[in-house]
């Protein structure tokens, strides 16, 4: 059973850097998609990006300019950077998996294991 | 930029009732792409349904999801007790969206 669990700091100032890390157990970080997803207080869920093992990235458009996603295969977890945060970037943060999936011969990629969350406020 | 719309926002409905949840794309989508989630307050995101109509293991066949078009459905045959959440849907691109969410609450 494939698990992951967020940490890092619950509180930063505005202008600074949010970075939180997801560490992946029961399953290798070398395959799949590994996902950032937020979700605002009392609001809906936002992508804010995705890393594959190579390195590779995929950052939404609107947090691209903030965000940068890593990940480190020998510990088997990856990494979240916003830069210059504001009040608007307070949301609980989820790491989640994606994997392509296989429907009727088509792909059908889609989120199966996700964390369970961290609430990270921007204040001073 | 495509766009989910869900509706509607809240569903009030008894157990035992029938639940139909709508997510409509702005524009031409895979209908592969598209997956339901279900979020209970203070937890994470469930996968529900991937590829518009096919469950995960372990996902109750009360729960099903088809697709006509740029229209997705979400069905709930029989609401149990523990149904009552907030679902979402979502279509993978380029950029993953999600819809807004519809709430279904206990009437």
């Known amino acids: 059973q494939v698990q992951l669990q967020e940490s890092g700091p619950g509180l930063v100032k505005p202008s600074e850097t949010l970075s939180l890390t997801c560490a992946v157990s029961?399953?290798?970080?070398?395959?799949?998609?590994w996902n950032w997803i937020r979700q605002a207080p009392g609001k809906g869920l936002e992508w804010i990006g995705d890393?594959?093992?190579?390195?590779?990235?995929n950052y939404n458009p609107s947090l691209k300019s903030r965000v940068t996603i890593s990940v480190d295969t020998s510990k088997n977890h990856f990494s979240l950077n916003l830069n210059s945060v504001t009040a608007a970037d307070t949301a609980v943060y989820y790491c989640?998996?994606?994997?392509?999936?296989?429907?009727?011969?088509?792909?059908?990629?889609?989120?199966?294991?996700w964390g369970q969350g961290i609430l990270v406020t921007v204040s001073s | 930029e495509i766009v989910l719309t869900q509706s509607p926002a809240t569903l009030s409905l008894s157990p035992g009732e029938r639940a139909t949840l709508s997510c409509r794309a702005s524009?031409?989508?895979?209908?592969?792409?598209l997956a339901w989630y279900q979020q209970k307050p203070g937890q994470a995101p469930r996968l529900l349904i991937y590829?518009?109509?096919s469950r995960p293991t372990g996902i109750p066949d009360r729960f099903s999801g088809s697709a006509s078009g740029t229209d997705f459905t979400l069905t709930i045959s029989r609401l149990e007790p523990e149904d009552f959440a907030v679902y979402y849907c979502?279509?993978?691109?380029?950029?993953?969206?999600f819809g807004g969410g519809t709430k279904v609450e206990i009437k």
């Open positions: 029961g399953g290798s970080i070398t395959s799949y998609y």
């Open positions: 590829g518009a109509s």
């Open positions: 989640a998996r994606r994997v392509p999936g296989y429907c009727g011969g088509a792909n059908c990629p889609h989120f199966d294991y």
């Open positions: 979502q279509q993978y691109g380029n950029s993953p969206i």
């Open positions: 890393i594959y093992n190579s390195g590779s990235t």
């Open positions: 524009q031409s989508v895979v209908s592969t792409y």
